[in-house]
């Protein structure tokens, strides 16, 4: 939808016209969620959702939501590529909801060109029932909105656009509707070291959890695309060298996170002392056992790093979990993010008392 913000404000002012935006999906698929497609009265499209497979379909609800005023969901599952059914032929499952936009909705798309214009992180909150009710969003978003709100500026924090409420309330809370989150700004990173089986475990998780995922090694021969496919990239650098240029040229922020996986002194000492210098690195954890742990400590403060810097290293990395193999390990360290993240505990709920999700 940022893509055709502009358009879409050009034609809104004009009358209403049906937007149609990708708010879920299941495995393999065309598009992300937040991809959009736009239609006119008159029939003109505009944008795309899939490559052609549900676009049709999509239209004949758009011709229906501008003739009714009502908000619709249309979900597409698999379809056979010499079937008739209307569907993805790449075997994933998308859902997509198709609204009317008109001009009552142009003061909060100018607003929101402008969030993005200013480079504020923002988010599109938007309720997927017939009223299709909108609400901004910002990460220092205060105002309580269909109890749903801390959710959504948790993803916005994570710079990650989803679909949350519609689940269970604290008791005496109503229901929560069902919101679809689309976030607009750049995704928090996860920069890992190293070029082995636990890196390629993390980078999918990562993933999963909505950061920009980079892969850095200096060996070429393992760091490669083909190697690391959940990764956004792949750099061939020194991880350390790496660090800094990316600090130096504005592209680390205080939520970027920094996971060193190398199992090797000449790697991880000179990239653990790098993401320390970096005070705005929100997490940095290194993985290992205690021996290593302690013996790379002492590495680490001979060459130079203080106390307090290593006050911030999460190291042996993850949470108690038992973990051994590279999955249940990246599970243990991204649970561990998501605690230091969210400042949890990270204990078992139900030896904790008090409400499951909180500020």
Not at 16 to 36: K, S
Not at 70 to 87: I, N, P, Q, S
Not at 234 to 249: A, G, K
């Amino acid at each position: 939808m940022r893509a055709m913000l502009e358009q879409l404000i050009t034609l809104a002012e004009h009358g209403p016209v049906a937007l149609a935006r990708v708010v879920d999906t299941t495995g393999p698929g065309p598009r992300e969620p937040g991809a959009a497609m736009i239609v006119t009265p008159s029939g003109e499209v505009f944008g795309s959702l899939s490559g052609g497979c549900v676009e049709a379909a999509v239209v004949e609800s758009a011709r229906q939501v501008l003739t009714t005023g009502h908000a619709v969901t249309d979900r597409f599952g698999y379809a056979d590529g010499d079937g008739l059914a209307v569907g993805l032929t790449c075997g994933g499952e998308i859902e997509v909801f198709v609204e009317q936009v008109g001009p009552d909705h142009l003061a909060m798309l100018a607003e929101l060109r402008q969030q993005i214009a200013d480079g504020s992180p923002v988010a599109l909150a938007t309720r997927l029932d017939t009223t299709a009710e909108w609400q901004l969003l910002r990460t220092d978003s205060t105002a309580a909105w269909h109890d749903v709100d801390r959710d959504a500026v948790a993803l916005l924090t994570a710079g990650r656009s989803g679909v949350v409420g519609a689940d269970e309330c604290e008791a005496d809370a109503s229901p929560r509707p069902r919101v679809f989150v689309q976030v607009f700004g750049v995704p928090a990173r996860m920069i890992l070291a190293g070029a082995n089986d636990f890196v390629r475990a993390l980078s999918r998780t990562g993933r999963q959890l909505g950061y920009r995922v980079t892969v850095v090694d200096a060996r070429e021969t393992f760091a490669t695309p083909a190697r690391f496919p959940a990764a956004h990239e792949v750099v061939v650098d020194w991880p350390h060298r790496y660090l800094r240029t990316e600090y130096e040229t504005g592209r680390i922020d205080r939520r970027t996170v920094v996971c060193v996986l190398t199992h090797d002194t000449k790697f991880d000492v000179p990239t653990i002392a790098a993401a320390l210098d970096i005070d705005d690195i929100a997490f940095v954890g290194a993985l290992g056992s205690r021996r290593t742990h302690a013996e790379r400590t002492e590495r680490l403060r001979a060459a130079g790093v203080t106390e307090s810097k290593l006050a911030r290293l999460k190291s042996p990395l993850g949470l108690d979990l038992n973990a051994r193999t590279p999955d249940e390990t990246a599970i243990s360290i991204a649970a561990q993010i998501l605690a230091e993240r969210g400042n949890a505990s990270g204990r078992p709920l139900d030896r904790i008392n008090g409400p499951i999700h909180y500020s």
